[in-house]
């Protein structure tokens, strides 16, 4: 067998891999018919994808970044993604990934498993061609941390190292797009000095695991109540199951296209941590258009301009609400406490002196109908009983002749 023929058949081989793990894996987790999550394989890595998206996936539809480029692309944040590493050889990242830092030492760069460079891309993919989705922060920096062994397990000692790495490379975003189910006093504090240097961290909650058919686990970081918990939604608007105290803070599209960690072609992607780099991506335009604001004060426009759930109220696997991106971004002054701002995307309207309310104008004109209808009532009877003296005297063409 010739060497070309090799490459071909390992291609094929890897495609297979990964689409096997794509359909097996728990689609449940956004919603009936969602994609599957990130690609999960082991033994291999990712490679290029045959196919190259041409239209705008659903979840950029619904966030319509292209109405606050104009505002801001995220130009000067840096978003860590704390995962497998990011392929700095993805067309779509040109220039935008850091050397970044493996835990065990060296960059992280490359990434063999494909799952972190799909949610850098969501977060900051550049336009290649006008060819597929555009990340939401298509100006931000893209500083990988990779944390997984060589087995690409994590553990909480080593998820607690790549925060500590990502807060000292000084990134203003962190995006742990996975967890561990057993929290350690390393872990915690590893996410307190984060928020100590004001570093806003967003995590995807844990959207699968459950035993029996029943909600996963409690996930950390994201069960921190300093941590923004990310869970996703589905096109049918469905939320991904999570535990009742998972801490949910927030949901956000759990569906997209993710980018390969070669080549122009994109993979289908799903999940919780699909949503969490969504926000992330939002985070890194709020960042750059408001650079004034603390971690906690970008939360809290992430959090009060969500659209509400139907009803109202908090809701265990959405939150407060659903991530709008425009809302978080362009809001002027989000309220402090009581539900979100509704806010549209759109042109400014220049305000104008309100009139009087409705009910004021029913009332105006049901007062208005009652002395006419006195008056009309007054001119009658003096026409038929008054002496002619008190009636009003006649207009000259009405007196007889």
Same mark, same amino acid.
């Given at each position: ?23 097996? *894996?728990? /689609?449940?987790? $956004? ?8 690609? @999960?394989? @082991? ?8 196919? !190259? ?18 505002? @801001? ?14 392929? &700095? ?51 931000? %920096? ?18 607690? !190292?790549?925060?500590?790495?990502? $807060? ?10 996975? *967890?561990? !189910? ?6 915690? /504090? ?13 995590? &995807? ?28 939604? *589905? ?29 122009? #072609? ?6 919780? &941590? ?22 906690? %004060?970008?939360?809290?426009?992430? %959090? ?13 696997? !959405?939150?407060? #609400?659903?991530?709008?991106?425009? /809302?978080?971004?362009?809001?002027? &002054?989000?309220?402090?406490? #009581? ?15 309100? *009139? ?17 209808? @006195? ?21 000259? %063409?009405?007196?007889?002749?």
């Amino acid at each position: 067998m010739t060497g070309a023929a090799r490459r071909r058949r390992a291609a094929v081989v890897g495609m297979l891999l990964i689409i096997g793990v794509l359909v097996a *894996g728990p /689609a449940r987790a $956004t919603g009936a018919g969602e994609p599957p999550p990130l690609p @999960t394989t @082991t033994g291999h890595c990712v490679g290029p994808s045959p196919v !190259t998206a041409r239209e705008t996936p659903w979840a950029l539809r619904l966030l319509a970044p292209q109405a606050i480029w104009p505002l @801001t692309r995220g130009a000067g944040v840096v978003v860590a993604i704390v995962d497998t590493g990011v392929s &700095a050889a993805a067309p779509a990242l040109a220039g935008a990934v850091r050397a970044g830092v493996d835990v065990a030492g060296g960059r992280a760069d490359s990434d063999c498993a494909g799952r972190g460079t799909a949610l850098a891309g969501i977060v900051a993919a550049r336009p290649t061609s006008g060819v597929g989705p555009t990340g939401l922060a298509p100006d931000a %920096e893209i500083l990988p941390v990779r944390i997984t062994d060589p087995n690409r397990r994590i553990s909480p000692a080593r998820l607690a !190292t790549g925060i500590r790495l990502a $807060t000292a490379a000084r990134a203003d975003v962190i995006l742990v797009a996975t *967890g561990v !189910t057993t929290t350690t006093p390393d872990l915690a /504090a590893a996410v307190q000095a984060a928020i100590d240097r004001d570093v806003l961290v967003v995590a &995807a909650v844990s959207d699968r695991g459950g035993e029996n058919g029943g909600d996963p686990p409690v996930g950390y970081p994201a069960g921190f109540p300093t941590v923004l918990a990310v869970n996703a939604i *589905g096109v049918d608007g469905r939320a991904g199951p999570v535990a009742v105290d998972a801490g949910t803070d927030l949901a956000a599209p759990g569906a997209g296209l993710g980018i390969a960690p070669r080549g122009a #072609g994109h993979y289908t992607v799903g999940g919780a &941590a699909v949503a969490a780099a969504y926000v992330a991506g939002v985070a890194a335009l709020v960042r750059a258009y408001r650079p004034e604001l603390s971690q906690a %004060e970008v939360r809290a426009r992430l %959090e009060r301009t969500a659209v509400p759930a139907p009803g109202g109220g908090r809701d265990p696997r !959405t939150g407060g #609400g659903t991530l709008d991106a425009y /809302a978080a971004v362009a809001a002027l &002054a989000p309220r402090q406490a #009581g539900p979100p701002v509704p806010i549209t995307a759109g042109p400014v309207a220049v305000p104008t002196v309100p *009139g009087p309310s409705r009910a004021a104008r029913v009332a105006g004109l049901t007062a208005l109908g009652a002395l006419v209808a @006195t008056l009309l009532g007054a001119a009658a009877l003096c026409t038929r009983r008054a002496p002619r003296r008190t009636c009003p005297p006649a207009r000259p %063409e009405n007196v007889p002749g």
